[in-house]
C-alpha cells in the first residue's frame, strides 16, 4: 500500500507525463488489461486450432 504521499507522487508524475507527452500517456492508458489480453490470445489459440483442423480434414477429404 502506498503512503498518501507516494500516491500524490504518481499523481504528480502523471500529471506531469500528460502535460509534456500527452501521445505517451494517452498510448500508456490505453495499455490492455492483462485479462482481456489473456481471453484475446486464448481466443486466437483456439481460432488457428480449429483452422488447423478444418485444413487437415479438408486435405483428408481431397486426397
Known amino acids: 500500500m ?3 504521499q507516494e500516491h500524490q507522487r504518481l499523481i504528480d508524475i502523471e500529471r506531469h507525463l ?7 500517456a494517452r498510448s500508456l492508458s490505453a495499455f490492455p488489461d492483462s485479462r482481456r489480453a489473456r481471453r484475446q490470445l486464448a481466443a486466437a489459440v483456439v481460432a488457428v486450432m480449429v483452422a488447423a483442423v478444418l ?5 483428408l477429404i481431397l486426397s
Do not use: I, M, Q
Not at 18 to 24: C, E, F, H, K, Q
Not at 55 to 59: I, R
Open 2 to 4: 502506498l503512503s498518501r
Open 18 to 24: 500528460r502535460a509534456t507527452d500527452p501521445d505517451l
Open 55 to 59: 485444413a487437415g480434414l479438408g486435405v
